[in-house]
Structures are given as C-alpha cells and as structure tokens.
C-alpha cells in the first residue's frame, strides 16, 4: 500500500506514525467523516519484534472495525502465560477468567501492516515514507513539517490542521521539540536484544514442549524466564519464534551490535529453559535487533491542539504485553476527545486534561504492575487506584494474576488494598506449578 498523490495543504487533523496507535487513532476519526491525514517514515511492512496481546485488545479492534481482518490472518492463538522467576514456576489460563476470544501471538509488520491499511479503507489520507519533522503549534492552525522522501528523492513540505496527534513511537516527535522525555532511573534502565529462530520447540498451557509444526493444533503460551542479568520471553508465531533478552543497561555498555548479539546468542544457551527450547532450532541472523532507549515516559502529553499517544508518550517493560493495549486505549479516547474538540473548540483544553490524566493513569498501572517497587517514575499513585476502580472486575482480576507471576509485585498489591480491591486480589492468584516438561 503506498500513496503517491500529493499530500494535502490543510485537514482536521495530522497523525504522526503508523504504528498501532495512529493506525487506530486514525480509523477512528476517519469513520466520523473527519479528515485525517497519517504520515508515516517507514514503508509497511516494516520490521518489527514479535508481540504477545492479551485478549483485552478485542475491544478496541470491535470499536476500529479491524476485528474481521485481524480474525482472517489467522495468527496464532495462545492459551496464556508460564513464567520461570527465581525458580519458581507460575501459570495463567485466559480461560479461567471468562475470556472467550482468544489472546494472540502476532508478526507484528503484518499486524500494523493490516491497522495501516484499515485506516486508508476508512477514509484517512495515509502517506507512507513521509518524516513528520516539528510542529508549529501557534495559531489557530498548526503546522507540521515533513520531508516526504516516496520516489526517492527527499523534497520539504508543511501541512496545517487543527490538531496534531504524536504516534511516532520512541521517535517522540513532540517530546524531542517539548524536551520533555524522560528516562527513568538508572537501575530499572533496560534494554532488550530480540531475533528470530525457526523449528524451535514451544512450551503449551499444559507446562510441556511441542515441536514448532505443532504451533496451530496446541495452543503456546508466552514464555518468560528470568536469568541473573534480567529475563527473557519465548514467543511462537506461524512460522518463526521471537525471542529476547530484557537486560539493565549497564550489562551491555561499552558493546557494539556485533557484541550485543554474541552477548544474546550465548545467553540464551545458557539460559534455564531457553537452550532446550533452541536445541535444535535454526537462529536467523538477519533478525537481531534492539531497543536501547527502554523505559521512559514523556511530561508534556495533551494541549489544546496536540496530544501523545503510544509509544510516544511512554513506554514500559513489555512484561505483561500491555504495549499494543496502551496504543489502542490511548487512541479510543484521544478519537473522542478531537472529535468533540472539534464540534465545541471552546473545551479544548478541558478535554485535553481529561485525556492527559487518562493516558497517566494507564502508563501508571502498567509501570507499577511491570516494575512493582521499582515504578515509581512518572507514576502517580492515586491516580492508578483510580484506574483500579474503573476496570471491569474480570480484566482486572487477569492483571492482579498476571502481577503474582514475578517477584516485582508488592507495591502494585498495595496499591490494590488501598484502593478497596483486596477481595479481587485474594481471587486473583496465578496457579503455581511444581515443574515444566521441556
């Protein structure tokens, strides 16, 4: 899919990036007759890791219209999650809490892939290999600049509009101009090394291995085990698994990328679980790759005329997969705050500030529920026990489960007690197993 048309002088409303959260931003303005245009760098499909989504994603698919084409892709289904921390073992059925439709192990190029195109079916102007630059944010009408680069050549333009919505990721378009992103503290700092391995065997609900060709008949859960240095996830897809390290920084200073991978082959190896997993499987060189600007958040999310979604506004430990989640919660309701900003300018900013306390909320619970002690950074406490409160009881009871799976969880379980959830909690706890098959 590729827009070779100019790109328009002015609309509604600018997206920067075609990741999850402007694909689905996006969508959703354009099914309301508003007119958007999405400029993306890259041209989809474009390389990605692999990505685990828990089934609260349904929702907001149901609410784009994508759900059709997500269930036709046929990706794999998994059952759940088994975690390895500290040796001891602990697993989670989506079953067992009511789910009904299935959690995913998706390719994450073909995911966006398919949100991307979903957004042009709906009426968005998408303009791939197109580098949102700044925003000018004066005025009535914004301006964002672009280097638009299709055909090859690199040629400058501007484009006005209303409001311009950051999705571009851990680019932080906005954040960069705002100086407003910060990293947080040095000792909960991580990176993460991932690649690709074909014929790798995978590990099932049932704390067993099968051999990859099995992966559309037994249904895999997401694997994570943790090592001295950090932890490491397992996830099998159609036809290659992911696998990555999460590391502290400092573990990998002072290496190249050649050293850094030599670093993630050796470790996985060695690694509980992972090596048998690998024994026979075949690493695809060309697949390495890595996050180094891990964990941090953004101080300036919302104005009047702007607002940070996604990645770009925050991003936290993939742990517990809420990464695509907080993409498709932050656009559903930055679509309805645009879209009655736009009916009624007059409460622009009122609207601005109710979905900057929403997307903090958000990040909150999910650094406190990755990082437990440790996610203090850019959390506000009350304002998680908030969130606690407002999420229906099944979703919730799946995180407060999902929280006993590491040794990071006490001050999240805290944080639930003092917001009147200790029954939830008491229900909550993810079965422990006394040992795995692999």
Request: charged share 20%.
């Amino acid at each position: 899919m590729q827009n070779n048309t100019p790109i328009p002088e002015r609309c509604d409303v600018v997206v920067i990036g075609g990741g999850p959260a402007g694909s689905s931003v996006a969508a959703l303005l354009a099914k309301q007759g508003i007119d958007v245009v999405l400029l993306e760098r890259a041209l989809h499909p474009r390389p990605q890791v692999g990505e685990s989504l828990i089934p609260h994603v349904w929702k907001y698919a149901d609410l784009t219209g994508v759900t059709p084409l997500i269930e036709q892709e046929g990706f794999v289904a998994k059952a759940g999650g088994i975690t390895v921390w500290n040796d001891k073992i602990h697993r989670i059925a989506f079953a067992e809490f009511g789910f009904s439709r299935p959690a995913l192990h998706v390719e994450r190029d073909r995911f966006d892939e398919i949100l991307l195109q979903h957004a042009a079916s709906q009426g968005a102007q998408v303009f791939q290999q197109v580098s949102a630059r700044e925003a000018d944010l004066s005025g009535d009408w914004p301006a964002v600049s672009y280097q638009d680069r299709r055909g090859g050549e690199s040629q400058a333009g501007n484009i006005r509009c209303r409001f311009v919505i950051d999705a571009s990721g851990a680019a932080g378009v906005l954040a960069g101009q705002f100086q407003s992103k910060r990293l947080v503290d040095s000792s909960m700092r991580f990176l993460s090394l991932w690649g690709h391995f074909q014929n790798s065997r995978y590990v099932a609900a049932d704390g067993r291995s099968h051999a990859a060709d099995q992966v559309s008949l037994v249904k895999p859960v997401t694997f994570v085990t943790s090592f001295e240095d950090g932890w490491i996830w397992h996830i099998a897809m159609r036809k290659v698994t992911s696998v990555g390290l999460v590391i502290n920084t400092d573990k990998a200073r002072g290496m190249d990328k050649a050293g850094r991978e030599r670093f993630y082959l050796d470790t996985l190896k060695t690694a509980p679980y992972i090596g048998r997993l690998l024994e026979n499987a075949d690493y695809l060189p060309d697949s390495f790759s890595q996050r180094p600007d891990y964990s941090y958040y953004s101080t300036r999310l919302c104005g009047e005329n702007f607002y940070c979604i996604g990645d770009a506004a925050a991003f936290v430990d993939p742990i517990y997969s809420h990464g695509v989640l907080n993409a498709f919660y932050n656009a559903s309701i930055v679509a309805l705050a645009v879209a009655e900003s736009l009916k009624a300018p007059a409460y622009r900013a009122r609207h601005a500030q109710i979905c900057e306390n929403r997307i903090r909320q958000f990040y909150g619970f999910s650094r406190s529920l990755a990082l437990g002690e440790f996610g203090g950074d850019g959390v506000e406490a009350e304002l998680v026990r908030r969130f606690m409160r407002q999420v229906p009881p099944v979703e919730l009871e799946l995180m407060l489960a999902a929280s006993f799976m590491s040794e990071r969880s006490r001050n999240f379980h805290r944080m639930a007690v003092d917001a009147g959830l200790a029954l939830h909690l008491g229900r909550a706890k993810a079965h422990a197993m006394d040992a795995l098959a692999i």
